[in-house]
């Protein structure tokens, strides 16, 4: 198998952590987003929607969506629950993290580290800045019951969302408000195989 992507973004370091926790490896391509790589013809064929990360298997087929990669990675492993209804929570998590977490806190966080917080985006990245906020109390509201988000073991939800949580100060953060977010950062942190994202 063959990963494409950028290793300062969460949503490839999820992968990356995931490859190590589970003891896989996996040839791994930078790409550059910032010198327009994804937009280059020869990505475009492996994925007309040019983003990254991507999986290419051995076979020529691909997957993108950093979740789904992350589903064919783990799949029949302990980090996909067997019963539907956590599995459910599982997806109900991602979804979360996709569409409430990573919007506002990604975003705000590409703005600054990748763009170097220009003035005529300080308004965009101050926008985020609220709808952040309200994910981080949704994870501190189920983390001040559960030590993971499914419970008392690591998931796949917990991955997808670490990614971007555990450096959501580089996109205006602060978690200090936060004790079972820290808490979770930490447990995740210990698990054996974590490695730290690249800056």
């Known amino acids: 198998m063959r ?5 300062r973004s969460g949503n490839c370091y999820k992968i990356q952590l995931l490859l190590s926790l589970l003891g896989k490896s996996c040839e ?3 790409v550059d987003i910032m010198k327009g790589e994804t937009r280059a013809p020869s990505f475009l064929e492996k994925t007309p929607n040019g983003k ?6 051995d076979d020529g087929r691909v997957l993108s969506e950093s979740n789904a990669i992350m589903h064919y990675i783990a799949c029949n492993s302990p980090y996909v629950p067997s019963s539907p209804y956590h599995f459910s929570q599982l ?3 991602q979804f979360f993290e996709q569409y409430s977490h990573e919007p506002y806190i990604a975003v ?7 763009l170097g917080l220009p003035e005529d985006k300080k308004a965009e990245y101050e926008s985020k800045q609220a709808g952040g906020y309200r994910s981080l109390a949704v994870m501190e509201h189920q983390l001040n019951l559960t030590p993971y988000l499914l419970g008392d073991s690591i998931s ?5 969302l670490f990614a971007y949580t555990h450096v959501a100060n580089e996109g205006g953060f602060d978690l200090s408000a936060y004790p079972a977010i820290r808490n979770w950062i930490q447990l995740i942190k ?4 974590f490695i730290p994202m690249k800056a």
């Open 3 to 7: 990963i494409y992507g950028d290793k």
């Open 28 to 30: 791994w391509v930078d």
């Open 52 to 57: 990254i990360p991507l999986l290419e298997l």
């Open 91 to 93: 997806l109900q998590w």
């Open 108 to 114: 705000a966080r590409y703005i600054n580290v990748y």
């Open 156 to 160: 796949l939800a917990d991955i997808s």
């Open 190 to 193: 210990e698990q054996k195989g």
